[in-house]
């Protein structure tokens, strides 16, 4: 009779544990729309790198992006923007060095990394490699052979996991980048977007000759991802 009362116990107990477990709520998708003349990027904002997410939605939804430019353009490499001085910046002028007067901690993660389409945060030389607190760029990358990939490993003694060795064949990216810069998100539609931006004419500083604004950034809604077919 003891040892059933103390079950009984027991079970009492592990019910509102099973119960929680069971109704978990889903973790929130965090996208946002990024406007240009050249068309729309929707950006995935990754919840493993909860500072840079939650600064980048800050700043969305201060409209802070809104009107500002990719002042740096490198075809095969990247698109940056985020800088406040671009906003009235006048033709040729050097860009940059805008900022917001604030570091956002850095965020590595070992399964981030600098594949064809992903966010990530610029920053300046500091020892701890804290992020700019406005400034990020897009990329846009290259493909990479074994023996590609092999040299740079001897390089910076820094072995690239099998799946993202794959990626860096197939899609491409900028494994140098690795480990060394947050990636906080990526682009889940309008690759072809970031692409035109990247062919873009540029001067001898990596500014396009002609202006290319972010029309607006703002937070997606009711975003659900594509299922998909097996």
Do not use: W
Request: with cysteine.
């Amino acid at each position: 009779m003891l040892k059933k009362n103390y079950i009984k116990k027991i079970l009492l107990l592990l019910i509102p544990v099973l119960f929680l477990a069971a109704f978990k709520p889903k973790e929130k998708i965090h996208t946002v729309l990024l406007k240009t003349k050249y068309g729309t990027m929707r950006i995935l904002l990754y919840n493993e790198t909860p500072k840079h997410r939650d600064n980048f939605l800050k700043l969305t939804n201060e409209h802070f992006y809104d009107s500002l430019l990719f002042h740096r353009v490198i075809k095969d490499f990247m698109i940056q923007g985020g800088d406040p001085d671009s906003k009235h910046a006048k033709a040729g002028q050097m860009l940059g060095n805008g900022d917001v007067g604030y570091y956002v901690d850095a965020e590595f993660r070992p399964n981030l990394f600098h594949k064809k389409g992903v966010i990530a945060a610029a920053r300046d030389e500091n020892p701890t490699k804290a992020s700019s607190g406005c400034q990020f760029y897009i990329v846009q990358g290259k493909k990479f052979t074994d023996a590609d990939l092999d040299k740079l490993e001897q390089q910076t003694g820094r072995k690239i996991p099998a799946d993202q060795r794959e990626v860096y064949k197939t899609i491409g990216g900028t494994p140098h980048l690795d480990q060394g810069y947050t990636v906080y998100g990526e682009v889940i539609e309008g690759l072809n977007v970031l692409d035109s931006i990247a062919s873009v004419k540029c001067d001898k500083f990596n500014r396009p000759l002609e202006d290319v604004r972010i029309i607006s950034i703002t937070q997606g809604k009711d975003y659900k991802p594509k299922k998909v077919k097996h």
